[in-house]
């Protein structure tokens, strides 16, 4: 075509970990095996969670599905990582990265999950004799299923403003998985109004969730400092202390990613935070769980 016309892209390439083969080799068995990991941790989880009555309480529910949603996100973004490594199969058309890139934006539903949990925690502590009556089955349900179509709502909005842009040569895009910042340096149209509704949506699906977070615990300490018994505070900060673990690791990695107010190039730091948030979080949220709750570890050995 001409050069002053220019062409539509229809496939993109995405570049993932160029190098030699030996470490393309090295980073496929450390992705594969925490893909495997991951799966079966937190398909462990949900098994657990549903099949044994002794966790059929508020915080394994939530728990259950955040085990859920790790699995469908590793699901979506490592499989293709492995088969980039092996093979020189690259590219992805544009409807399948819009694809895509719909599903990782639903996993932004770990931001709800994680502002319920923290929500489920400061009734536990601050109003324990209410705690059976207040987050009895139905408002756990609803919970649950708010965290999911609200995050499912804002995602079709992310998309769509996305996908009306028209993304013009060259089509490669130096990442390992389709996200939002790369795809906006491609656009050759107007992007006054996909760049900022994109940035807002997404400090709305982090931020609200984090202030929901935030105010909880500023709440439970309140309640926690006011015990008397030294036992009974370390026991309370004992307790939580995995949730706090968990949601400091996701929002320094998600508001290091997504919380930008303009596209950003996809190099070395935004590509290791990027593996973090992607793999290794998934991985170690079970067992920062898991193993510090004394309750599903017991029913895991009943289980096993």
């Given at each position: 075509m001409p050069s002053n016309n220019p062409t539509h892209v229809i496939e993109l390439i995405l570049v993932g970990f160029p190098g030699k083969q030996e470490i393309k080799l090295l980073l496929f068995f450390m992705f594969f095996l925490a893909y495997v990991l991951t799966v079966t941790e937190n398909a462990m989880i949900v098994v657990l969670v549903s099949t044994n009555l002794q966790l059929h309480k508020p915080m394994y529910v939530f728990l259950g599905n955040l085990s859920f949603l790790e699995i469908w996100y590793v699901a979506v973004?490592?499989?293709k990582v492995l088969v980039s490594l092996v093979t020189k199969r690259q590219g992805i058309s544009f409807t399948?990265?819009?694809a895509q890139l719909f599903f990782l934006a639903l996993a932004c539903s770990e931001c709800s999950l994680l502002a319920v949990m923290a929500y489920d925690c400061y009734v536990a502590i601050c109003n324990p004799l209410r705690y059976p009556i207040i987050m009895d089955h139905t408002l756990c349900a609803r919970l649950a299923i708010c965290s999911w179509m609200s995050v499912f709502l804002i995602s079709i909005g992310k998309?769509?403003?996305?996908?009306?842009?028209?993304c013009c040569g060259p089509n490669v895009i130096n990442h390992f998985f389709c996200d939002v910042s790369p795809i906006l340096k491609l656009a050759c149209t107007?992007?006054?109004?996909?760049?900022?509704?994109?940035?807002?949506?997404?400090?709305?699906?982090l931020l609200v969730p984090f202030i929901v977070i935030m105010v909880s615990y500023v709440c439970i300490i309140s309640a926690v400092?006011?015990?008397?018994?030294?036992?009974?505070c370390y026991k309370a900060f004992y307790t939580h202390a995995s949730h706090v673990s968990v949601v400091t690791v996701f929002y320094t990695a998600s508001l290091f990613i997504y919380a930008r107010p303009q596209a950003i190039d996809s190099f070395s730091s935004y590509k290791l935070v990027s593996v973090v948030y992607t793999a290794l979080t998934p991985l170690v949220n079970p067992v920062i769980y898991c193993l510090r709750n004394q309750e599903f570890k017991v029913a895991l050995r009943n289980f096993i």
């Open positions: 973004t490592v499989p399948g990265y819009m998309v769509y403003f996305i996908s009306r842009q028209t107007d992007m006054s109004a996909a760049e900022p509704m994109d940035f807002l949506l997404a400090l709305l699906i400092l006011g015990i008397s018994s030294a036992q009974g």
